[in-house]
């Protein structure tokens, strides 16, 4: 693997408990170094399940323990339930009592400034989508208006797929509602512009979270009624927004040693299926050994410009 630069940060994608192939691939890169996760970052960014993986990395968890959470947790947080048996007709499908008992076990009471406030100081940077003023909130610690925010209340906020998890404070649902499934143009704009680091001086790594096979017969869209198209739309929007997240990061930061990696899923995997985990551990060392490789998913090319700035 070719060596990282003096200053390194890690951007993590959206894809619930996809996350497991992140945890499994970041166990392999600690392995490898000798080091938590804690101590290769300095900049962690996330959105959904990534902000899951980066606030743990914030909070000195090891790739291997969150890992382990992923594992034990996954059909405590998806357990099936009248909302999932009756499901559209119910507001969501999951509540968040599990999934904010784990996350307060693992990250206790903090506050975001305390990344900040830290020995070592670490960045954690995670989405959300705000409805009530219709725009991604990039919540850091930095930021005055976010260091008092619980780092529990921002991941499940960040983590809130509509109408797989209630809303939380009555706004903010999954930072992935926006352009940032994928976060590494966060990240990259984050270090250069608010951390001030010299690109020619830092590595992003930035991980997928498997790229799902999305084919259809020629013609099978045309029996497609009203309620059909959701699933394909969505899909396609998601593929679009990665793609352009990856191409700003490598024709605007060209300084920078960018590395995305990401996997080929065989078959489509959703969110919410902890029974693949094993599954998912799988091409985790997929990604593990790409990493350590240096198989680097390679850039698309395409015309795009940002669609906001992630203050």
């Known amino acids: 693997m070719k060596p990282f630069r003096k200053n390194v940060a890690i951007a993590i994608d959206g894809g619930g408990i996809k996350g497991v192939i992140v945890t499994k691939a970041l166990s392999i890169l600690e392995q490898h170094l000798g ?6 970052f300095q900049l962690a960014a996330g959105t959904s399940t ?28 998806f357990q099936k339930s009248w909302r999932t048996a009756l499901f559209p007709l119910t507001r969501y499908r999951y509540p968040h009592g599990p999934l904010e008992s784990a996350l307060t076990s693992a990250m206790g009471n903090r506050v975001m400034g305390d990344f900040w406030n830290a020995s ?3 960045d954690v940077v995670i989405t959300a989508f705000d409805l009530v003023t219709n725009r991604t909130r990039f919540i850091k610690p930095w930021k005055t208006e976010y260091a008092n925010w619980p780092v529990v209340q921002s991941v499940l906020a960040s983590s809130t797929v509509p109408t797989y ?11 992935g509602v926006g352009s940032y499934s994928n976060p590494c143009y966060v990240a990259a704009y984050e270090a250069k512009y608010y951390l001030e680091w010299d690109l020619a001086e830092t590595t992003l ?12 017969e020629p013609g099978e869209a045309d029996k497609y009624y009203v309620w059909q198209w959701l699933k394909p739309i969505l899909g396609a929007f998601m593929h679009t927004a990665d793609d352009q997240q990856v191409h700003l990061v490598g024709s605007l930061f060209e300084q ?9 899923l065989m078959q489509p995997i959703e969110m919410d299926q902890p029974e693949n985990i094993p599954l998912l551990a799988q091409y985790g060392e997929e990604m593990g050994q790409k990493i350590l490789n240096d198989e680097v998913d390679p850039i698309p090319v395409m015309k795009a410009v940002p669609s906001e700035k992630p203050d």
């Open 35 to 40: 080091l938590p996760s804690n101590q290769i």
């Open 50 to 77: 990534g902000s899951i993986i980066s606030a743990g990395i914030g909070c000195g968890l090891t790739a291997q323990q969150m890992y382990d959470l992923y594992v034990q947790l996954g059909n405590t947080i």
């Open 120 to 122: 070592p100081k670490i």
């Open 165 to 175: 998890f209630p809303v939380v404070a009555g706004r903010y649902v999954d930072g």
């Open 205 to 216: 790594i930035s991980l997928g979270t498997g790229r799902s096979p999305h084919y259809l």
């Open 256 to 264: 920078l040693d960018f590395r995305r990696f990401q996997v080929d």
